[in-house]
């Protein structure tokens, strides 16, 4: 078994619930502020996951900001983020897929019997999630698609255009669902 503390290519946690925890944000926390040690801020958009928007996270947040990078959270409104949340629109659908193409192929190439059940070790699953990550880093060195999902949810501080945006909301608008969110979220019109 690899020691995961000194694993390279990733931070790599194991919780016992297989879910994020709170503990798993105070150190995703810290670990960006080593990450960027010479910004001066540091901007997190979150959803409201109860990992998210608890006490011990924003007790931990405002008792390391005392010096830069400074942290700073923003909340995307409940119900909304497939359409603020660039992570959802750019990058989580392809690289879940990619997982999942990578992991049926591991059951492939375990299963000797149609149906026998295959165990997969914790170093096939950090295989499988890094290599995941690196495709998708190699497609947006060439596609810039994670440029674009900031563009499309108007969070692209170095875009004055927002015609991206305006054309997601758009998109969004043809669902009554979305509309009726959208409709309560965003009263004013884009500038």
């Known amino acids: 078994m690899k020691r995961w503390s000194t694993f390279k290519e990733a931070q790599v946690l194991f919780a016992e619930n297989h879910w994020m925890t709170e503990h798993a944000m105070k150190l995703y926390v810290h670990l960006k502020?080593?990450?960027f040690p010479n910004k001066l801020n540091i901007g997190l958009m979150l959803d409201k996951a109860s990992m998210h928007?608890?006490?011990g996270l924003?007790?931990?947040i405002k008792s390391n900001n005392?010096?830069?990078p400074f942290i700073h959270v923003g909340f995307v409104t409940e119900n909304l983020t497939s359409a603020c949340s660039?992570?959802?629109?750019a990058v989580i659908k392809d690289l879940k897929a990619n997982i999942r193409r990578k992991h049926d192929h591991l059951?492939?190439?375990k299963r000797k019997i149609r149906g026998e059940r295959v165990n997969i070790s914790r170093e096939d699953v950090v295989s499988m999630v890094t290599s995941s990550f690196e495709d998708v880093n190699t497609i947006n060195e060439k596609d810039q698609r994670i440029r674009r999902g900031f563009d499309m949810c108007g969070l692209n501080p170095h875009s004055e255009d927002t015609k991206m945006f305006e054309r997601h909301l758009d998109s969004l608008s043809e669902n009554?669902?979305?509309k009726a969110l959208?409709?309560?979220?965003?009263?004013r019109d884009i500038d």
């Open 33 to 35: 502020k080593l990450t």
């Open 53 to 55: 928007d608890c006490k």
């Open 58 to 60: 924003s007790e931990c």
């Open 66 to 68: 005392n010096m830069p």
């Open 86 to 89: 660039p992570p959802d629109i």
């Open 107 to 109: 059951l492939s190439s």
């Open 176 to 178: 009554k669902t979305c």
């Open 182 to 187: 959208i409709e309560k979220n965003f009263e």
